[in-house]
């Protein structure tokens, strides 16, 4: 009997992951990831996660399958994959995606460690993607979930060969309700458990004071300027404060609807432009991660639909290999907000291609 560990974060999708895994015949273990300790945050139950009481779900949801259940500390390996390059991509003009590093780094990196540590074949999560082998390239390859609206491949474009292996995606095929009905014919007590929305480790939403109470810096005034004309439009408060196409908190009196262009961390400017200034076709991606293909040669391109933040529809873009690693993604029509940080991934139908992360926009 093969046996696999159940990533528990004490929400639906775990809990119910767990049971389709025991119901097919695997010898199952529980464990839940400490991250993040909420201790000096101000939370909201109804959106934060990683809490005491989501370890307390998992616990009793592995207690009703009899199954065990280990808790891990790895708040230092999540302060130090996720919220330290949190930090620093705002401080330098970026706007991070947390979710996709502790992916990464943590519930999969870390978890297999903890697998093999087990003796776990099999690491099994709640995400919303599948998995499947292609007998013809003999590669694993990583699919959108059958259910659009839940899909969360994007936020797993970083996985690998080895890793996809070994993964288990038992919801891919099914819809949220699905998962909730699963938990719910089983006696969950967390069935109809809410989702948390915001950064775990942002509990309030408020990302800018997180990023001031953990550095302990004051990031100082400056510029905001017109993108057109180089004009001063006025004063901001930190570009912390600022992302690719908000409009919403400048504090201007603007005789137009202006937004977020450009931040320029050198330069301590934020630069405004009208809606029309936020639209572009090409960007470069570092950090790049293949899947379905081993990779392009330098020069070589590939036609993709790509996607540029998590709730967008893929579009068709042409991928460009660069000489450094690079690629060069240029989309057939102009996308709105292309923002440096986020991820750039690829995808030929609903596999996804591959993925990196965006360094620069043209």
Known sequence: MSRALIAMSGGVDSSASALLMKRAGYDCVGVTMRLFDHEDAEVRPDKACCTDDDVADAVLVCLKMDIPHHVVDFKAQFREAVMD??????????????????????????????????????????????????????????????????????????????????????????????????????????????????????????????????????????????????????????????????????????????????????????????????????????????????GLEPGETLRVTAKVRYKQPDRPATVTAMDDGRIRVVFDEPQRAITKGQAVVLYDGDTVVGGGTIQDVL
């Open 85 to 294: 390059p949190f930090v620093q991509a705002y401080e330098n003009g970026r706007t991070p995606n947390p979710c996709i590093n502790c992916n990464r780094y943590l519930k999969f990196e870390e978890l297999f460690r903890q697998a093999d540590a087990l003796d776990c074949e099999l690491v099994v999560t709640g995400h919303y993607a599948r998995v499947e082998h292609n007998d013809e390239t003999g590669r694993w390859e990583l699919k959108k979930a059958a259910f659009l609206e839940k899909d969360q491949s994007y936020v797993l474009f970083n996985l690998t060969q080895e890793q996809l292996a070994r993964i288990r995606f038992p919801l891919g095929a099914m819809s949220k309700n699905d998962a909730r009905v699963e938990a719910e014919e089983a006696g969950f007590k967390n069935a109809q458990k809410h989702e948390s929305q915001d950064i775990c480790f942002v509990p309030t939403g408020k990302y800018t004071d997180f990023i001031e109470q953990y550095t302990g810096k004051t990031y100082p005034y400056g510029e905001f300027v017109d993108v057109r004309n180089g004009n001063v439009l006025g004063e901001h408060k930190g570009i912390i404060r600022y992302t690719v196409g908000q409009r919403k908190g400048l504090g201007l009196a603007l005789p137009q609807p202006m937004y977020v262009t450009k931040v320029d961390p050198g330069e301590n400017k934020v630069y405004l432009g009208l809606n029309d200034d936020l639209f572009t076709t090409t960007l470069l991606a570092e950090d790049v991660n293949w899947i379905s293909v081993p």
